[in-house]
Nanobody
């Protein structure tokens, strides 16, 4: 059974930093794509970043230059380093897994999440001004 468990959320002031983690279990890492997504109260879910098993990355324009996605395959964990946080970054952050990089690219570019096979339950990030 595949499980994705996010952690690292919390409350921070604007300009601060947080690092989110997503630990995966029961998932084959031979070929995969992992992504971070977020949803603010009353808003649609939006993409944040994705990383392929070979290290390729892709980011939403809203977080480019501030957020960095990385992975530790030995630990089956994906990270999201978030710097220069803004109040508009406040949201529930979810990680998700897909079988191919194309699925992640479609999710990031077109907000089409149909290719994302597994989702975590989320971790809350609150940024105060």
């Amino acid at each position: 059974q595949v499980q994705l468990v996010e952690s690292g959320g919390g409350s921070v002031q604007a300009g601060g930093s947080l690092r989110l983690s997503c630990a995966a279990s029961g998932y084959s890492y031979s070929s995969h794509c992992m992504g971070w997504f977020r949803q603010a109260p009353g808003m649609e879910r939006e993409p944040v970043a994705a990383i392929d098993s070979d290290g390729s990355t892709n980011y939403a324009d809203s977080v480019k230059g501030r957020f960095t996605i990385s992975e530790d395959n030995a630990k089956n964990t994906v990270y999201l380093q978030m710097n220069s946080l803004k109040p508009e970054d406040t949201a529930m952050y979810y990680c998700a897994a897909a079988r191919s990089w194309v699925d992640c690219l479609v999710a990031i570019a077109h907000e089409d999440y149909s290719g994302m096979d597994y989702w975590g339950k989320g971790t809350l990030v609150t940024v105060s001004s």
